[in-house]
Antibody
């Protein structure tokens, strides 16, 4: 059974970088697609980007050049880095795995990141 | 970006009843390959979202047949029959046809 677990700082200062790790067990990240999604206070959800089985990436243009998704196949982990954060980046961040026609079939439990000085 | 509009914002239903949630997209969700990548998710209180339906009407593994999806083009519906207490939470539609992938704003289901 695939399991995903997000980890990283819960508090980041404005203008700094947000870095999160998604640790995957039960399935290799060299298969399928692996994404990051965030949910803002309220109900709005935003797809941030993904990294594919081959290591290629796709990002939401709204995040422009602030985002980077990378991976470490030896540890079966993938990572999110979001630069120059503001308070508007305060959200719960989820990692997820696609399966076939479903882009987000399996989700991590989520991690709340607050951007505040 | 494809804008996903969900209605209603919230609804209340009695146990055993039936509800429908509507999701409309600002553009057709029919992909060049002929598939329509419209999914439904449920986020229960205190949990992460879970996939219910993919490609409009396909139930994900382990999902009850009380959940059904329908629609085409730009108009889609999620129906929940014989509502149970465990069905409460926020329901989202999401499209996977065009990048960036986008979600509806959510429909909160409450049990009377």
């Amino acid at each position: 059974e695939v399991q995903l677990q997000e980890s990283g700082p819960g508090l980041v200062k404005p203008s700094q970088s947000l870095s999160l790790t998604c640790s995957v067990t039960g399935y290799s990240i060299t298969s399928n697609y692996w994404g990051w999604i965030r949910k803002f206070p309220g109900n709005k959800m935003e797809w941030m980007g993904y990294i594919s089985y081959s290591g290629s990436t796709s990002y939401n243009p709204s995040l422009k050049s602030r985002i980077s998704i990378t991976r470490d196949t030896s540890k079966n982990q993938f990572f999110l880095q979001l630069n120059s954060v503001t308070t508007e980046d305060t959200a719960t961040y989820y990692c997820a795995r696609g399966q076939g026609a479903a882009p987000f079939a399996y989700w991590g439990q989520g991690t709340l990141v607050t951007v505040s000085s | 970006d494809v804008v996903m509009t969900q209605t209603p914002v919230s609804l209340s239903v009695s146990l055993g009843g039936q509800v429908s949630i509507s999701c409309r997209s600002s553009q057709s969700l029919v992909h060049n390959n002929g598939n329509t990548y419209l999914s439904w998710y449920l986020q229960k209180p205190g949990q992460s979202p879970q996939l219910l339906i993919y490609k409009v009407s396909n139930r994900f593994s382990g999902i009850s047949d009380r959940f059904s999806g329908s629609g085409s083009g730009t108009d889609f519906t999620l129906k929940i029959s014989r509502v149970e207490p465990d069905d409460l939470g926020v329901y989202y539609c999401g499209q996977g046809t065009q990048y960036p992938l986008t979600f509806g704003s959510g429909t909160k289901l409450e049990i009377k």
